[in-house]
């Protein structure tokens, strides 16, 4: 973490004393490492990687106009929720493709409709004793609609608007993504990673408030603006999924959130001395106990409900791990099936630190997403698309 270092390079820089930081963009190094202040005083860590490109390179081209049939999801649904904390989403008529549509029982329904039961209902319901009990009409306490439609088509490396950021967890740190980073970067990929407040070589405020999640998110957003193209691709562990999720900083932007179901040997599968070696490797999970509390008791984020994930019209890859002992396998399946294009992935010889378990696997996933379209176009237009994903 940032201390007498961070220090130093501010006073050089700005000609002050630590105590008297001023606005301060970015400290760019030649290793791909930069140091942005979000806030006075509040600099956090980033890997930024950008593939080279030729000053002959043309730019992207301007989004073609929509094709019809090729690569286009209309988003129709109504989602009601009741007093007792019932929740019943529809997916209407043709609304959702059936290819892309993954229920729990593993149906592709197109019509389908879920409902989960979170509490007890206090309607009578008919049973072979009492058959002509009537159920009693319920008022929902709120009724969504949702109507859109979506052109989707695949986030290649080679196309200099494409972005990907990679937001760690709780207890980690951007060396969790080295892997991934360096695949995607060899790939063509632009790649952004940040260290949260408080991990890696970020600093860290000695104030619970600073930890919460309001002001993380904050913080990211900040990150996203400076980095953001037209696409962007999010990447998220464990805690550093709800900040891929977070309308306000990345939704309204069109962007796809991908995300993968965390201390120590515990979040792997296996604990031998390749895993030893994993939490050495980059001082990945060096944070002090006083930030692990304050993260832990700072995640509220009320808004973000199951509602609010059946709002989301952004495709979204899940990846879990078999053995994860944090998340069980059930709350993932849950959640694809309430989020509207979902796509539920499991690995079986993998735990909560998957990406570094198993890379190979994991990039392969992620990879083989960004490329994935709903419709693939002819042979002889493969290729030429430039929409949002």
């Not at 009741?82 to 209407?92: A, D």
């Not at 306000?248 to 792997?268: E, H, I, K, R």
């Not at 944090?326 to 993932?332: I, L, S």
């Amino acid at each position: 973490m940032l201390t007498s270092i961070t220090d130093g390079i501010l006073c050089c820089l700005l000609g002050k004393t630590p105590n008297a930081v001023g606005p301060l963009e970015s400290v760019e190094s030649s290793d791909g490492y930069s140091f942005v202040e979000v806030k006075p005083g509040r600099v956090l860590r980033v890997k930024h990687a950008a593939p080279s490109r030729s000053a002959e390179e043309a730019p992207p081209s301007e989004e073609e106009p929509s094709r019809p049939g090729m690569g286009v999801v209309h988003c129709k649904r109504k989602i009601t929720v009741y007093r007792n904390g019932q929740l019943i989403i529809e997916n209407l008529g043709e609304a959702v493709r059936s290819d892309i549509l993954h229920c729990q029982n593993g149906s592709t329904e197109p019509n389908s409709t879920v409902e989960l039961e979170l509490s007890d209902g206090t309607a009578a319901t008919p049973t072979p004793a009492n058959p002509t009990a009537k159920r009693r009409k319920r008022k929902p306490k709120k009724t969504v609609n949702i109507d859109c439609k979506k052109r989707i088509t695949s986030c290649k490396g080679t196309q200099s608007d494409v972005v990907l950021f990679f937001l760690h967890g709780v207890g980690g740190s951007l060396d969790i993504w080295k892997e991934q980073l360096d695949f995607f970067t060899k790939l063509g990929y632009e790649v952004v990673a940040p260290d949260l407040a408080g991990h890696g070589a970020s600093s860290a405020p000695q104030i619970a408030a600073a930890y919460t999640f309001y002001t993380l998110a904050e913080d990211i957003r900040a990150v996203f603006k400076r980095y953001a193209k037209k696409r962007n691709i999010l990447i998220g562990h464990s805690y550093g999924l709800k900040f891929c999720t977070a309308r306000d900083n990345f939704c309204s932007n069109s962007t796809v959130a991908a995300a993968q179901n965390s201390w120590g040997l515990a979040g792997f599968a296996r604990q031998g001395a390749k895993e030893k070696q994993l939490l050495k490797e980059g001082n990945a999970f060096n944070v002090s106990s006083f930030v692990l509390r304050a993260m832990m008791s700072g995640q509220y984020w009320p808004e973000g409900d199951e509602v609010y994930h059946a709002e989301l019209t952004v495709p979204i890859l899940l990846v879990h791990g078999m053995h994860d002992k944090f998340v069980p396998v059930e709350e993932d399946q849950r959640m694809a099936e309430i989020l509207l294009i979902a796509f539920l992935k499991v690995i079986d010889e993998g735990s909560h630190m998957v990406m570094m378990e198993c890379p190979e696997t994991v990039n392969t996933l992620l990879h083989e997403f960004l490329l994935w379209e709903p419709e693939s176009p002819p042979a002889a237009e493969e290729g030429t698309g430039t929409e949002k994903k």
